[in-house]
């Protein structure tokens, strides 16, 4: 799964610490996410989106879409 | 604010837990210094041959029981670190890899002792019997935990 976290947190200005404590994680959660070692749950996708003010489907790329196009 | 009083809860009954573990530890630690000073007598000579290990069992106790009842007091009195543990504690990543840990954990464990068994089998049938016990309780507790989750979720 693929995700927009670190081009949106970018374009917000937003540091991993900030959206760490905003959605109730630790910044190496953050970092794992980021890097696509680690798939967030659904409550934390959708904390996620609506920190951003996006859908989830925004911010989280499903892989296997892209796969099939 | 309701998920720091949950987990002001939670650190309370590991205080008490902690607590009965300590108090396990200075029993332990009493009836082997009875047992040493006859002031309490046992026959079973391998009983007496044991004392060493319960007693450093009863030193793990109380060190451990300790450290952990002033690791939880201090979370309780200070709110930053309170708030920093319950955050380690609830991270899903963090509580996912925890979980991936006790599962891979359980697997090696099941394989060493399977084949401690056969190894032991040249030295002393009690000791097999012991792994083979051991490798029942595991797999009827998983079947028995596996059944209840699925029920539950």
Do not use: P
Not at chain 1, 29 to 46: C, D, H, K, Q, V
Not at chain 2, 25 to 46: D, F, P, R
């Amino acid at each position: 799964m693929k995700n927009r976290i670190a081009e949106l947190r970018k374009q917000h200005k937003v540091t991993q610490e900030e959206l760490a404590k905003a959605v109730g994680v630790t910044r190496q959660t953050i970092i794992s996410l980021e890097n696509g070692r680690y798939n967030a749950s659904l409550l934390l996708a959708y904390k996620i989106a609506r920190f951003f003010k996006l859908s989830i489907e925004n911010v989280f790329i499903f892989e296997e879409e892209i796969e099939h196009e | 604010m309701n998920d720091i009083i949950k987990f002001k809860k939670k650190l309370y009954l590991r205080i008490g837990i902690s607590a009965f573990l300590l108090l396990t530890g200075i029993a332990i630690s009493v009836l082997v210094q009875c047992i040493e000073n006859g002031t309490v007598q046992i026959s079973e000579s391998e009983f007496i041959q044991m004392l060493s290990t319960f007693s450093g069992v009863a030193f793990g106790l109380i060190v451990i029981s300790l450290a952990k009842i002033v690791q939880y007091i201090y979370f309780l009195r200070n709110k930053e670190a309170l708030e920093k543990r319950m955050l380690m504690e609830t991270d899903e990543r963090n509580r996912y890899i925890g979980l991936k840990a006790w599962a891979i954990t359980g697997y090696i464990m099941l394989y060493v002792i399977f084949i401690s068994s056969f190894i032991a089998g040249f030295y002393s049938i009690v000791a097999v019997q012991m792994m083979f016990y051991i490798l029942s309780l595991f797999a009827l507790i998983y079947a028995v935990t596996y059944c209840i989750l699925r029920r539950m979720n």
